[in-house]
């Protein structure tokens, strides 16, 4: 079984920057695709980007595009999501996710883990 924890969240003026962080553990995710997902209140939860095993593949959100980047680090079993240029519409709870298989998936049903989520909220 593999437990997630996100870190990071918090409050910050449009144009900051955040850096969240997806440690895992209970089992390693070194093998697993890692994801990004965020829900604002009243929407549904809606991808944000997706990270290969290997680090070699990522696949984003247009809304993010240019703005986020995903990362890993295996050794210590963590995924990052830097995020930069924040905007009020960015405001969301983000959740981490994986999923065992090697495909890059947009959709929640592909991922088999969930953390428990970090509130991000950007000021205007």
């Known amino acids: 079984q593999v437990q997630l924890e996100e870190s990071g969240g918090g409050l910050v003026q449009a144009g900051g920057s955040l850096r969240l962080s997806c440690a895992a553990s209970g089992r390693t995710i070194d093998s697993y695709v890692t994801g990004w997902f965020r829900q604002a209140p009243g929407k549904e939860r809606d991808f944000v980007a997706a990270i290969s095993w290997s680090g070699a593949r990522t696949a984003y959100a247009d809304s993010v595009k240019g703005r986020f980047t995903i990362s890993r680090d295996n050794a210590k079993s963590t995924v990052y999501l830097q995020m930069n240029s924040l905007k009020p519409e960015d405001t969301a709870v983000y959740y981490c996710?994986?999923?065992?298989?090697?495909?890059?998936?947009?959709?929640?049903?592909?991922?088999?883990?969930w953390g428990q989520g970090t509130q991000v909220t950007v000021s205007s």
């Open positions: 996710a994986a999923d065992r298989t090697t495909w890059l998936r947009s959709t929640r049903d592909a991922y088999d883990y």
